[in-house]
């Protein structure tokens, strides 16, 4: 198999978006069947159904997925009964999605039964189809299904690659960082006035942090870069040539003035105004900088110590992270955009994920998802629901509300007569070129194209 991460890099020269994929409804009626139904979905966690018969549903537009434990693995279905179509499982109204647990699954309409192998157990009358309802049309319809990275992934598509090959090479960038070890800080889900690609491309470049968050500019250079890999992309940023290879990830340290302060000071700003890439461990290793280091250390070992003491902190309390070398870690970036709509922004011992998917046919609106995970000692890990938020700064915190008053003004913005289609940064924003370079070859238009001097 091609190693995807020395490939030449693509869609390195400017191009330009046919919006379409944003604004038309019919582009968005072929999702379906080209898109949500072929490819890997990110459809929950592991921890979510830990003991048999505990199960949880995913919904992607008419489609809705049952995933169970049974015989201690986990199993997927359609949500649907075979002898009339009534779905088994209502989800509750408001909800993002339903859960629980059961010992079979029981359709309300007529009381066809299904144990949690998905097997008929029970047909009311069976007699009068005078022997002609085999396994085939009595038994539930399994789905795909997969785990990785302590997630749960589905795919609709029965004849679907297996998903090691569908993710590669996230799986082996990724792994060293044990994401399957965290759990939920907070998880928020919403219904927002946008195109589920609009949604994730707030998200996808760093591009927009000098502008969109102004608050940063205080405490350094955010400048990034993109990369394409195969289906996925993933964004890091740069960092000085005299800096640790950290430097390039998640876990920064502040540069401008002085770097202890200038750290501190931007670690109580992210967990207070963000909530978000940042732990409470990271936050007091900050703060205590000052004390521990004298004026004039150097930014490269203020990083050092700061991210040994932080470790120590946690080692103390029982929250081991994972040991990755700085080198993989500058590879790896700050998060990968996993094709089509999942993004997971990693670190050694928290990650910050978004989702997106279309909220019916409608191309303006989206089911848009986040969720904090973290390192928690053993048996301390914080019990936590999916919480319904309107995109506002006093559900979702300040630096979120920042991103999302873009979202709704794109959306509109993009249905301008003025407007001809996006024109990301080729080094920038590659990852949103790339998306679209992929989402083409599944519906069959819509291909980035080159830009030419002073074309619209």
């Keep these: 198999m091609t190693d995807k991460i020395t490939m030449t890099e693509m869609l ?28 890997w979905l990110q459809a929950g966690r592991v921890e979510e159904i830990p003991d048999n018969g505990n199960f949880i549903t995913f919904e992607i537009l008419d489609d809705s997925v049952i995933l169970t434990r049974s015989e201690g ?42 144990d949690l192998n998905g097997q008929n157990t029970h047909i009311p009358h069976q007699d009068d189809w005078q022997g002609a309802l085999d396994g085939n049309c009595k038994n539930l319809s399994p789905v795909r299904v997969d785990t990785w990275g302590g997630w749960i992934w589905i795919n609709l598509d029965p004849n679907c690659e297996p998903l090691q090959d569908y993710l590669d090479p996230v799986t082996s960038m990724l792994d060293p960082f044990q994401l399957q070890n965290m759990r939920f800080r907070w998880r928020k889900w919403g219904i927002f006035d946008c195109n589920w690609k609009v949604a994730l491309e707030a998200f996808n470049e760093t591009y927009h942090v000098q502008t969109t968050h102004p608050e940063f500019n205080t405490y350094g250079s955010f400048r990034g870069w993109a990369k394409a890999h195969g289906k996925h992309s993933n964004i890091g940023y740069e960092r000085p040539k005299d800096m640790d290879e950290n430097q390039s990830a998640k876990l920064r340290v502040g540069t401008n003035n002085d770097p202890r302060i200038s750290t501190a ?72 955009q996993v094709f089509p709509n999942f993004q997971i922004g990693h670190a050694v011992n928290n990650a910050l994920c978004y989702s997106a998917r279309p909220y019916g046919y409608d191309p303006d609106k989206c089911v848009f998802e986040a969720a904090v995970f973290e390192l928690f000692p053993a048996g301390q890990e914080p019990k936590t629901e999916w919480e319904f938020c309107p995109p506002t700064e006093e559900d979702w915190c300040y630096v979120l509300s920042q991103d999302f008053s873009n979202m709704a003004a794109v959306q509109q913005g993009m249905k301008s007569a003025g407007f001809s289609g996006p024109r990301p940064n080729p080094y920038m924003e590659r990852s949103t070129a790339n998306f679209h370079r992929n989402l083409a070859q599944y519906m069959g238009i819509g291909q980035p194209e080159p830009m030419k001097n002073g074309n619209k």
Excluded at 290 to 316: C, F, M, N, Y
């Design 265 to 336: 000071e931007m670690q109580k700003y992210t967990w207070e105004k963000a909530n978000t890439n940042t732990t409470q461990t990271l936050v007091d290793a900050a703060q205590r900088l000052v004390d521990e280091l004298p004026e004039g250390t150097p930014a490269d070992q203020v990083l050092k110590h700061w991210i040994e003491s932080a470790r120590r902190a946690d080692e103390a309390r029982g929250v081991v992270w994972p040991v990755v070398d700085p080198a993989h870690v500058a590879k790896s970036g700050t998060a990968w």
């Design 12 to 39: 390195s020269e400017p191009v330009t978006i046919p919006v379409d994929a944003y604004v038309s409804r019919d582009y968005a009626l072929k999702e379906r069947d080209l898109l949500w139904r072929k490819v």
């Design 73 to 114: 693995e986990i199993r997927a279905f359609h949500n649907v009964c075979p002898h009339r179509g009534r779905r088994l499982i209502d989800i509750p109204a408001q909800s993002r999605n339903a859960q629980g647990q059961k010992t079979q699954f029981f359709c309300g309409y007529h009381g066809w039964r299904f």
